[in-house]
């Protein structure tokens, strides 16, 4: 009787190895769908950025500014990815880092979705800067109306709603 129960708590054992064993790899590919993703989206991102840069700009001081702001965004993330891979810093601080590695990529995103929207709306040129609740939009054109100002205002508002919107107008000269 007692080697029965040593050969029940055995099998019980061994089943809930093959189980756990099965479930692990039944899980790994999704784990592999997700790296897939997340390099899909990074792939698309660079896209992104790619398009934007082949849109050629009719204002070299709007591109001399998104030069400048990418480089310093560059600057942080580098910082930002040094804090996570290393092993001096708190889980709590690595997490902070990967959060705001994220941001950064939602707001060059956005920036560049704003700029080909507003371009769109006949404007021959956009500079659209995030800095966190904050947006501020300074579009090339030779007369700015009111209606104008509010069509911007409203497309931003629609990508992100509780910004405070700043929209600048400029002469062709930029």
């Known amino acids: 009787m007692h080697l029965q129960k040593k050969s029940s708590w055995f099998l019980a ?27 899909e989206e990074a792939d698309q991102k660079a896209a992104i950025q790619t398009v934007s840069k082949e849109v050629s700009s009719s204002s ?22 040094q804090k996570i891979t290393s092993g001096e810093y708190f889980v709590d601080e690595q997490n902070t880092a990967s959060m705001e590695i994220d941001t950064l990529h939602k707001e060059e995103s956005t920036e560049a979705i704003l700029e080909m929207q507003i371009k769109s709306l006949g404007f021959p040129d956009a500079l659209v ?3 966190g609740a904050n947006i501020s939009v300074t579009v090339v054109a030779n007369k700015l109306s009111k209606s104008r100002a509010n069509e911007i205002i409203y497309l ?5 709603e509780d ?3 700043q929209v600048k107008f400029g002469a062709n000269n930029y």
């Open 13 to 39: 054992l061994l089943t809930l190895v093959a189980v756990i064993s099965v479930f692990s790899l039944l899980d790994s590919p999704k784990q592999s769908k997700e790296a897939i993703t997340l390099t």
């Open 60 to 81: 070299p001081l709007f591109e001399e500014t998104r030069l400048q702001v990418s480089n310093e965004r560059n600057q942080l993330r580098q910082k930002l990815t």
């Open 129 to 131: 800067r995030i800095e």
């Open 156 to 160: 931003v508002k629609k990508e992100c």
């Open 163 to 165: 910004a405070n919107v």
